[in-house]
């Protein structure tokens, strides 16, 4: 699988933080968008594969996920935080770092993060705890074996930290200011702002690093791999060229997702992609394609008020059979129905009425609670 995931910070965008993330995967494993409310966690919590422990009070989290997974590919909380989770493959896959053994995986993690956290700090917190605890590991697609340890972008308002991952062990490098992206490699090299206890002398001991010099996560547990390397190049690439006008914005980050450069090149369909704006001043936007291909779909935006629903038609019946819009979406591209120009000018459209509001918002957004559920359901309708 492929992907890639995008966060500019405030030093060269227009509002906050904007993070982006498309999630690839394999073909015909459709991704659903799911809103679940706050709530009280009891008892165990199951997982994709494995059981935690509750933690108490959950956030209120929308998530971009499989419809098979418990976890999610990225996704956002009430609390103004988002976070991603990629693929990647490391030189060391024995004992804790056996990925074959079915354990957390990487979107469960995205998952237990945004329910738990009130922040990226508490959220990485909570990631690299139970990473720890539980370990990582089982196949990462229903259809065939996908095994892999992973990385995470974990923003919010004001920060960002990129988390690698081999087995229990781990690496953050905290991102302070410009922007960053990840793709299906490490990305951390020496500048480490904290790790997992016992890293340094896990590389050694297995042969990793020889201990000279400064410890550099990626050069010990990347394989290399000629389209990944490449396929980072390009991605850091676009978002560089991305960023060069200043002020970058949600629909600059659309088109970044919408790179025909980065798509053309995957070995994985983009299923669903993501793109918020964080702020610590203005209400946070979340935008959402919950359909396959972004050059070939719209965005349409949620924003986190004490009554948010969603439409059905975003949510699959059971983990066999996509969703509606899904559908309907796939028939209109193989139908070749000339939709996209009339969508995409809704969603500039939601994209301009949004930025003319949001600064001027009080605390009451009860008039945003269907937002996401019209403009679904709108698409809907376009589609029939």
């Known amino acids: 699988m492929s992907g890639t995931a995008f966060v500019v910070l405030p030093s060269q965008s227009k509002h906050g933080v904007i993070f982006g993330k498309n999630a690839a995967r394999p073909d015909g494993d459709v991704m659903e968008v ?15 594969y494995v059981s935690v422990e509750a933690a108490g009070p959950t956030k209120a989290v929308i998530l971009n996920k499989s419809s098979w997974t418990w976890g999610a590919e990225s996704g956002a909380n009430e609390s103004g935080i988002a976070i991603g989770t990629l693929a990647v493959s490391s030189k060391y896959s024995e004992g ?5 053994v079915p354990r957390l995986l990487g979107v469960d993690l995205v998952r237990l993060g945004l329910e738990r956290a009130s922040s ?43 988390l690698d991952t081999c087995g229990k062990h781990w690496a953050v490098e905290e991102i302070t200011s410009g922007s960053k992206c990840i793709a299906n490699m490490y990305t951390i090299g020496t500048n480490i702002t904290k790790h997992s206890e016992g890293l340094q002398d896990f590389a050694k001991s297995n042969g990793l690093w020889n201990g000279e010099g400064d410890f550099n996560f990626a050069a010990a547990f990347n394989v290399s791999d000629q389209h990944k390397e490449e396929t980072y190049q390009n991605a850091c690439k676009e978002l560089t060229n991305a960023v060069a006008a200043g002020a970058f914005k949600e629909s600059n980050m659309f088109q970044l997702l919408r790179s025909e450069e980065l798509l053309a090149n995957a070995k994985c369909p983009t299923m669903g992609a993501q793109v918020s704006t964080l702020s610590n001043t203005r209400p946070s936007a979340h935008w959402f394609t919950a359909t396959q291909d ?31 819009l899904f559908s309907l979406h796939q028939a209109a ?16 459209n939601c994209v301009e009425e949004l930025d003319g509001v949001i600064d001027t918002l009080g605390d009451d957004l009860s008039e945003f609670d269907e937002l996401l559920k019209d403009c679904v359901e709108t698409e809907v309708k376009f589609y029939r």
């Open 34 to 48: 799911v809103f679940v409310p706050a709530g009280e966690s009891s008892g165990d919590i199951q997982c994709t």
């Open 96 to 100: 804790d770092a056996d990925v074959t």
């Open 120 to 162: 990226a700090s508490e959220a990485l917190d909570v990631i690299t705890s139970l990473l720890e605890k539980y370990g990582q590991g089982g196949s990462s697609s229903d259809k065939s074996d996908v095994f892999h340890c992973n990385s995470f972008i974990i923003v919010d308002g004001s920060t960002c930290f990129v």
């Open 294 to 324: 972004p050059r070939q779909s719209v965005f349409k935006p949620l924003m986190f008020t004490p009554n948010a629903v969603i439409s059905k038609h975003t949510v699959c019946p059971n983990k066999n059979e996509p969703h509606v």
């Open 333 to 348: 591209i193989n139908k070749q129905d000339d939709v996209q120009s009339l969508l995409r000018s809704m969603e500039q």
